[in-house]
């Protein structure tokens, strides 16, 4: 600390400013000393601060060291390859050990692909995280679902074919062989007179015209079991359906001394269906309990009207039917076994028939029994504006 006129009144132990001109230091504004106890690598500075005394203006001189840090080249070099290294080195080991369960998790998606390569469609890859894996394995294990459920239709397509081509075999066969040995007979001449080989002939055009039929409906189930088959729907009453039908069937029941009971409903019940199919659908049932119905029984058609869809109901006396058997019903070429005679003609596949024919109308049908009476039950949907159609049918 000095005064106004530059000489010093204070200092402290570190001795490094001398008695000179302040105003030359104001002038200079920085002053280095050096001095031969100091370091060779170290100046001082020193700068000027005026204060204020009772007696007048002084100034503060303040001295300061300044480091001067001497670098050597190749060790600067070498210190950037070590801390570049160290650097690398780091990063390495921290990928490591993130990529550690990544690389882990990809190796058992490989071994799970390579799994279901093999048809083990029960596999499923574990997902672990929300990450693009993730949805990896989400995505393969849908697609494994896919690949079993499509396996497993295929092998019930197959397992169908195989057992298609049994029954029909069998079913072929048999009207094949009858008619190849009547030919025979007539071709060999081995008949009585005229009277036996008109009865040849006659019985073999016959067997001819089931055959026929057989082949038909086999068409018509391979038709409908098409998965572009399509369907010409229009709205009619289905009451005039029935009633039709029923008429047509009725001279044939009483002729084999069946009673006929149609129930309908007075008012018009609008659907919208495939007249020709659900005809057939119809047809089917009808002709069914005709052959297969008591004598001297009831024949019962019944149509009820619910929200939202119409029910029709068959109904006729025969054998005992076991309930495992009723559901087998609608499976092709199933015939009860009291049914396989030489009585009662058919293939065993109409009801099979009917059954993808109510299908393709979102409708249900099966079969309930009660004692020796048999039920079977059709289901139709009915059109989302049936009532302001009735309300118009009724007007009309």
Known sequence: MANAKGDVIFRTNN???????????????????????????????????????????????????????TINPAQYNRQIYIAFGCSVLIFILLFILCMNPITRYIKQIEQGI??????????????????????????????????????????????????????????????LTSIIGYLRLVKDQQYNNEQERQHYIETTYNISLKFKNLVDELFEYTKLSLSDVEAQFQQV????????????????????DLRVHLTIPDKPTLVSIDIEKMVRVFDNLLSNAGKYSYKSSD??????????????????????????????????????????????????????????????????????????????????????????????????
């Open 15 to 69: 001795i490094h400013i001398h008695t000179k001109n302040v105003r030359d230091m104001l002038r200079e504004k920085l002053t280095l000393y050096s001095s031969n106890n100091r370091v060779s690598n170290t100046t001082y500075s020193s700068f000027i601060s005026p204060v204020s005394f009772r007696d007048g203006l002084g100034y503060l001189i303040m001295d300061s060291s300044t480091s001067k840090l």
């Open 114 to 175: 390579r799994r279901i390569v093999k048809k083990d469609w029960t596999y499923s890859i574990p997902v672990k995280g929300k990450n693009e894996l993730s949805s990896l394995a989400t995505n393969i294990n849908w697609m494994t679902e896919q690949l079993r459920q499509r396996f497993e239709r295929e092998r019930e397509v197959e397992q169908a074919k195989n057992e298609l081509m049994t029954n029909l075999s069998h079913d072929l066969r048999t009207p």
């Open 237 to 256: 009453d289905l009451n005039g359906v029935l009633y039709q039908l029923v008429g047509e069937y009725t001279p044939i029941f009483e002729s084999q």
């Open 299 to 396: 024949v019962k058609i019944a149509l009820q009207k619910s929200l939202n869809q119409v029910i029709v109901s068959i109904s006729n006396e025969t054998h005992y039917i076991e309930p495992e058997q009723l559901d087998k019903l609608f499976e092709r070429f199933y015939r009860i076994d009291k049914a396989r005679s030489s009585t009662v003609s058919g293939s065993g596949i109409g009801l099979a028939i009917a059954k993808r024919i109510v299908d393709l109308h979102e409708g249900e049908i099966w079969t309930e029994s009660e004692g020796n009476r048999i039920i079977i039950y059709v289901t139709l949907p009915l059109p989302p504006d049936t009532k302001e159609k009735e309300t118009i049918y009724e007007d009309l």
